[in-house]
């Protein structure tokens, strides 16, 4: 009941194309999903969060769509550059909860085209 | 600049040695992670600690050993134990009362050599 799974796991998208990364999880205790973006050689770092009390949230051309009753969230990369190429990671965790610990997808590698 | 810095960048071991992985955080987070991360894989859990002196096991214990006598540094001993020790090990930390997630360390690499 704690895993969240990633799909695909890897990916391939032509310049200026859209991107996108499905999550789903079983635990609708679940209240924070974050994106984290990896490079390679490189830590994870925080792209992108969402709660569940909104459907959409936009940060330039990353945007996380939720669907509360699906458990399902995903990533969309609008007008995906080479600069995008990296391994994304969705996680979710219950606040204040064992100490607000993440679960982990299982990463998607992209690789975008140019 | 508050931050994650784990030392070395790479590391080389040899067969049957103990090798330790070092990692201070100066963000005053509660909460500390070791992740272990193979080619293409995604992370597996190693340890973890919530408050100083204290840890748990994570879902790969096996062969690790951690320590947490300051808040700010979570050091990892990869022992002689685990028999296949090459792979990227990562650190994070959070806060234990907001959910903001983790902030991670840059990696060590590590090799048998």
């Known amino acids: 009941q704690q895993q969240v799974k990633q799909s695909p796991q890897s990916l391939i998208v032509q310049k200026g194309g859209i991107s996108i990364i499905n999550c789903a999880y079983e635990n609708t205790a679940f209240d924070y999903f974050p994106w984290y973006q990896q490079f390679p050689g490189k830590g994870p770092a925080l792209l992108i969060a969402?709660?569940?009390?909104?459907s959409e949230k936009k940060e330039g051309r990353f945007t996380i769509s939720f669907n509360k009753s699906a458990k399902q969230f995903s990533l969309h990369i609008m007008d995906s550059q080479p600069g995008d190429s990296a391994t994304y990671f969705c996680a979710a965790s219950i606040r204040g909860n064992a100490g607000n610990m993440l679960t982990f997808g299982g990463g998607t590698r992209l690789m975008v085209k140019p | 600049d508050g931050g994650i810095t784990q030392s070395p960048k790479y590391l080389f071991r040899k067969e049957g040695q103990n090798v330790t992985l070092s990692c201070e955080q100066n963000l005053n987070h509660d909460a500390m992670y070791w992740y272990r991360q193979d080619p293409g894989q995604g992370l597996r859990l190693i340890y973890y600690?919530?408050?100083?002196?204290?840890?748990q096991k994570g879902d790969i214990a096996e062969g690790y050993s951690v320590s947490r006598e300051k808040k700010e540094s979570f050091p990892l001993t990869v022992t002689s134990a685990q028999k296949n020790p090459t792979a990227f090990y990562l650190c994070?930390?959070?806060?234990?009362?907001?959910?903001?997630?983790?902030?991670f360390g840059s990696g060590t690499r590590l090799t048998v050599v």
């Open positions: 994070a930390s959070s806060l234990l009362d907001r959910a903001y997630g983790y902030t």
């Open positions: 969402i709660r569940p009390d909104v």
């Open positions: 600690s919530q408050i100083v002196n204290d840890f």
